[in-house]
């Protein structure tokens, strides 16, 4: 069974700040991971993925993120985020047919 | 073209109707899929095809039918639904790993 974590509902973060957002994830033999972003009332937008090779996979739309595989995490990084990244993220772990989101987390950039 | 599109974008229906809600691919993916979403919360699988043969069926409610007509096109067929079947459904594809989605079609039914 694999299984994704995203422990925050929600995160806050000044416009210009860097911001992260967390996953873990539980999988039985190497991990395909997945960040998806949507807009309200929109379908989900592609970010990134990590199937193989270097641990840091820059996406669209400059953001970024981390595989970890001794804490089983990938978060979502951005140096400078913009008011425009306010949107609802999904991480997802799996593999052809079979893709199990995490919960999804709402991001909030204030100006 | 690199995407996946979706008719209608809205659709309000009762609960005696037949509507069906379609998706596009041209993009040569060879599986394709139907998600149910609501507000605020993950896509719900509900079917996948591969090669054009239903290789998923999520324990889905047989008032929900899809088809898949050719390699470009996947279909859903409602008929008697309920309320509480309102939400955004989306279609995505793939060729390998991860998923290309559609804007989705939001599903009202009255």
């Known amino acids: 069974a694999q299984s994704v974590a995203q422990p925050e509902d929600q995160v806050n973060v000044a416009e210009g700040n860097p911001l992260t957002v967390k996953c873990t994830y539980s999988?039985?033999?190497?991990?395909?991971l997945f960040w998806y972003v949507q807009y309200p009332n929109r379908g989900l937008q592609f970010l990134l993925k990590y199937i193989t090779g270097d641990n840091l996979v820059k996406g669209s739309y400059g953001f970024e993120a981390e595989f970890n595989k001794s804490q089983t995490s990938f978060h979502l990084k951005k140096p400078s985020a913009l008011v425009s990244d306010s949107a609802l993220y999904f991480c997802?772990?799996?593999?052809?047919?079979?893709?199990?989101f995490g919960k999804g987390t709402m991001l909030l950039v204030s100006p | 073209d690199t995407e996946v599109t979706q008719t209608p974008k809205h659709l309000v229906m009762g609960m005696t109707n037949k509507k069906s809600l379609k998706c596009e691919q041209h993009?040569?993916?060879?599986?394709m899929y139907w998600y149910k979403q609501k507000a605020k919360k993950p896509p719900e699988l509900m079917f996948v095809?591969?090669?054009?043969?239903?290789?998923i069926n999520e324990s889905v409610p047989s008032r929900f039918s899809p088809e898949c007509p050719n390699s470009s096109l996947l279909n859903l067929h409602l008929h008697a639904l309920q309320p509480e079947d309102s939400a955004l459904y989306l279609c995505?594809?793939?060729?390998?790993?991860?998923?290309?989605f559609g804007p989705g079609t939001r599903l009202t039914v009255l």
């Open positions: 995505a594809s793939s060729q390998g790993q991860g998923r290309f």
């Open positions: 999988v039985s033999g190497n991990p395909y």
């Open positions: 993009m040569g993916h060879r599986a």
């Open positions: 095809y591969s090669y054009e043969k239903l290789s």
């Open positions: 997802a772990v799996g593999r052809y047919s079979t893709l199990t």
